[in-house]
């Protein structure tokens, strides 16, 4: 199934998540050592181009992976992420529009 995830991340977090960056790519990289594959995702930003979150389009087995995907990040164990938000896409979503996911197929 796919899965559009998206992580709200605590006011004032940007050193923490400078710091904890390199883990959450090699855990996206690595689709949570399996957990779900991370087709596309990116940083959210508020207006004025300050980082708020996270977001990503996964997938996954069922919402379960997902979210298990999600708890095990880097940044949600560092208590960067306030919420995080599962929402089902739907059958027809046309994944294969996305050339190059985040996480390689094996």
């Known amino acids: 199934m796919f899965v559009l995830m998206r992580c709200l991340h605590h006011p004032g977090q940007d050193?923490?998540?400078?710091?904890?960056?390199?883990?959450h790519r090699a855990w996206v990289q690595s689709g949570g050592d399996g957990t779900a594959i991370v087709?596309?995702?990116?940083?959210l930003l508020d207006e004025n181009g300050a980082a708020i979150?996270?977001?990503?389009?996964?997938?996954?087995?069922?919402?379960?992976h997902a979210r298990a995907f999600a708890e095990?990040?880097?940044?949600?164990?560092?208590?960067?992420?306030?919420s995080i938000e599962l929402t089902p896409l739907p059958d027809s979503f046309q994944s294969h529009?996305?050339?190059?996911?985040?996480?390689?197929?094996?």
Do not use: W, Y
Request: net charge negative.
């Open 15 to 23: 050193e923490p998540r400078d710091a904890h960056r390199p883990a």
């Open 39 to 43: 087709l596309i995702g990116s940083a």
């Open 53 to 64: 979150g996270n977001f990503g389009i996964l997938e996954a087995a069922d919402l379960a």
């Open 72 to 82: 095990g990040d880097p940044f949600n164990r560092a208590g960067i992420v306030a």
């Open 97 to 106: 529009r996305i050339s190059e996911p985040m996480t390689p197929r094996t």
